[in-house]
């Protein structure tokens, strides 16, 4: 709660958990969360791409909703509970159905993007799950082919056109139905 | 990017953190979406950020229905707007203008207290808030509310009314009239691409009509056509005991006639105030179609 007009920064305490672990560090207020999650805890899987929040490669998902970790403060990730696409695979080593149904589907080329993309797609089966226990809240069914699109149009992807993409997404709420 | 940063937990701990940095330089963080964009780009040197994220106040972050309207604190996420089946109901221009709002995951921690005071011309939510009529409430570090009208919230370009020593603390939009039948409500937001794009042209309209058609009270508000978002009020007041579905080919021109009346827009890297005017005069008369 001080301001320090020194030259030397204060540094914040942040504890959250990061793909099922308890974690803290201290850090200075200016980090963003894509740097803290790649340079501290060297999880190099989120990718930065554009740091302005309008490709969605550094997609993670905060208490299970999916966030632009280039434009969110790390010290805001306290408390929280956070995942990469590390955390996305099964403790066994076996992929998450989402990864599953991309890599089935073709869906990946040069991959940049797809670590963004499998997080995002994890985020709406997130939001289609806990709709349902949140009074209040608009419940539909599974996603649509359009709800999709909308969902993913924070994901920039150059190379596959999206087509794969969606058609991976698809076929996995069908399955997972 | 180099800024010092006060979380406060409560809106005790948070007035207290305005009252102590009033009078130096410091910003508030909502969802920071625009604002670390904006420090990415122009640094401020020996800048505070007053954090709001972790402020724990239901009357802050939450939504409230009473029978007054609904009232929203400032920190509810366009995401929770989106997601809330009330508003989408009975306030679709609010659902649809924070759906059209940048992306997924960025309507997940973008406010409605960001998107009014960042008080962008071109403010998605803050168009459909100026179309409902909302009203603001700003806190001041004595702990008094301060009630404030959408209309006069914004003072210019990027500019409000709040004042150093205040907060925008929450955001109410009255019920619809009781005896509403039909609801046209819907924004139109004009641009080169349908995600993430920031609006070339907008327009918010909430239109109600009684059990015969009669439209008995209307809202239409412009987006980036002006310095400001404005709420086009003799175009509103036009309206009033005309039957919605028999309004006349002339009639429809002049109703946006008088919405083009409140737009100022100028020419920019993303529209020349030609093209703004034109489809601004279009839209308006297109919603009775």
Not at chain 2, 12 to 19: D, F, I, S, T, Y
Not at chain 2, 37 to 43: A, D, G, I, Q, V
Not at chain 2, 60 to 89: C, D, P, Q, Y
């Amino acid at each position: 709660m001080k301001k320090t007009k020194t030259k030397t920064e204060k540094l914040h305490e942040v504890s959250f958990t990061l793909n099922e672990k308890k974690v803290s560090c201290k850090i200075k207020a200016s980090v963003l969360l894509l740097d803290l999650i790649r340079d501290v805890f060297e999880l190099k899987g989120t990718k930065p791409g554009c740091g302005e929040g309008e490709c969605g490669a550094c997609t993670v998902l905060i208490n299970g909703a999916p966030v632009n970790s280039c434009l969110f403060l790390a010290v805001n990730a306290d408390g929280k509970n956070i995942t990469t696409i590390e955390g996305l695979t099964k403790s066994d080593g076996s992929l998450h159905p989402v990864q599953e149904s991309l890599v089935a589907h073709g869906a990946v080329q040069c991959g940049f993007c797809t670590s963004g993309m499998a997080m995002s797609i994890k985020g709406l089966m997130n939001q289609y799950e806990n709709s349902h226990n949140v009074p209040g809240e608009i419940k539909n069914g599974i996603p649509s082919r359009d709800e999709i699109k909308k969902h993913l149009e924070g994901n920039l992807c150059r190379c596959t056109g999206y087509v794969k993409i969606i058609d991976a997404a698809e076929a996995m709420f069908k399955q997972e139905q | 990017m180099n800024f010092e940063i006060i979380n406060p937990g409560t809106t005790k701990e948070l007035l207290a953190a305005v009252k102590k940095f009033q009078k130096e330089n410091f910003r508030f963080g909502a969802g920071c979406t625009d604002f670390l964009m904006e420090l990415k780009k122009n640094p401020s040197e020996g800048l505070t950020v007053i954090n709001l994220s972790q402020v724990k106040d239901a009357q802050f972050n939450g939504l409230k229905k009473s029978v007054k309207g609904l009232r929203m604190g400032a920190m509810l996420t366009a995401h929770k707007i989106v997601m809330n089946e009330e508003i989408k109901n009975k306030y679709p221009v609010l659902h649809n203008a924070a759906e059209s709002l940048a992306s997924t995951q960025i309507r997940q921690v973008a406010t409605v207290g960001g998107n009014m005071c960042t008080a962008s011309p071109s403010g998605d939510i803050a168009c459909a808030l100026a179309s409902l009529q909302a009203d603001c409430e700003l806190l001041s570090t004595t702990g008094k509310i301060r009630n404030v009208n959408i209309n006069s919230f914004f003072a210019g370009l990027r500019k409000t009314v709040l004042k150093k020593n205040e907060i925008l603390y929450g955001i109410s939009i009255p019920a619809n009239i009781k005896s509403t039948k039909n609801i046209f409500s819907n924004f139109i937001k004009v641009g080169t691409r349908r995600s993430m794009e920031c609006s070339v042209v907008s327009l918010a309209y909430h239109i109600q009509t009684d059990s015969n058609g009669i439209i008995i009270k209307a809202g239409a508000a412009i987006g980036a056509s002006a310095p400001t978002i404005r709420f086009a009020a003799t175009a509103c007041d036009f309206l009033i005991g005309k039957k919605f579905k028999n309004i006349t080919q002339k009639e429809k021109e002049e109703f946006a006639e008088k919405v083009l009346s409140y737009a100022s827009p100028i020419t920019d890297i993303r529209a020349t105030a030609g093209y703004r005017k034109e489809v601004l005069f279009n839209i308006s008369k297109s919603i009775f179609e």
